[in-house]
């Protein structure tokens, strides 16, 4: 097989994600993308299941994100945003406070999700702060939740979570409790929140599935649990949407399914149809109002250098251009069918546990994978771009994927998954 000087001569300078260097499986080295499909260098095609970590929602180079990029790239590609401020992240936080409706009123970018959910922490401490309330610096969040990798939401994910238990007694403390999913947990909750709330600044959790932590779904319901006892413990509730925003769940937002609205919410990923860096922190005049003051210590101090990229919020209004001229809730409608029928012989196999579908997620639950790296290989042999953790494989398409394509990558992962003990 064919390797390009590129790759042998930069991959002894480059330090891959959630890599044990030393055995890694190299990376496939990607020479073009184009619909669902990713080019390898050595000519294979492969199906991607995955959609780039759930950001290229409407599959890879569409033109009219293309189109937007270009002519943002000819007219200003970058300002910082002290001082000055432009058309396009202008455009594009009208456009979200519009979407995401009264309540969710104020923009602030950043350029990656766990720094949008650094914001969003620092948002609620500094709310209670500018009002008085000094000692609110923790937050209540969730057993098999994933909030990024920075220090600062380190602290807020899984605490048990493999990927950040080394750095335990460097992170802040937080409460990390299980998601009320009954009417006795419920009680139990609201019976910890008498006593804690206090200290709290708010409640911090992914609506409707908890996906790097396990690809977890819960009820609508659970949320709206979550926005009572917020507001019976005066605190702020704080939705991460970094994965499910965008259509993903089915809806535009998860939190549509449950007929509630957090204080805060945080978007990255597909805010740009995967292809350019951009997130938003985006909050309820409310909370937006506590920092409204003649103290200049009352103001939000953050400001990242590439804050309000003018690239990156043309292709983010190019892809809500998309979400309003192209019928993606439908198509996340149709692939939550078509993965919920395609997924369900796995559930007959001895070695998996679940298989779940929301929106357009799919999720094969196995007991364990024992040789993780073994199972890519075997998916790419097969001809899908896959990307198994802990232990499930889940596919979270392009919302545009063609029938052949789709129905294809799901034949692989089963066919792929029943051939012998992942
Ligand atoms: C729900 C959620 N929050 C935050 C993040 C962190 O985003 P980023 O990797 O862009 O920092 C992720 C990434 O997977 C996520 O899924």
Redesign the pocket.
Known sequence: MHTPDWVAQGQPHIWLPYAQMKTVTPPLPVVRSHGSRLELADGRSLIDGVAS??TACHGYNHPHIAQAVRAQLDAMPHVMFGGLTHEPALTLARRLAGLLGPGLDRVFYTD??????EVAMKMAVQFWLNQGERGRSRFLAFRG??????FG?MAVCDPEDGMHSLYRGMLAEHDIVDLPRDDASYAALDHYLQARAPQLAGILV?PLV???GGMLLHEPDVLRRLRKLADRHGLLLIF?????GFGRTGTLFAFEQAGIKPDII?L??ALTGGTL?L?ATVASNRVFDAFWSDNPAHALMHGPTFMGNALACAAANASLDLFESEPRLAQAQALSVALAAGLEPCRELPWVRDVRVLGAIGVVELDNIIDREALKRRLVDAGVWVRPFGNVVYLTPALTIDGDDLATLIRAVVAVLRQQRP
């Open positions: 970590w759930w990656s999700g766990s720094v949008a959910v939740g994933y909030h990024g990798d920075t939401t992914e908890q996906g790097a991460d949407e970094i994965f499910t945080t990255s990923k860096p997130a």
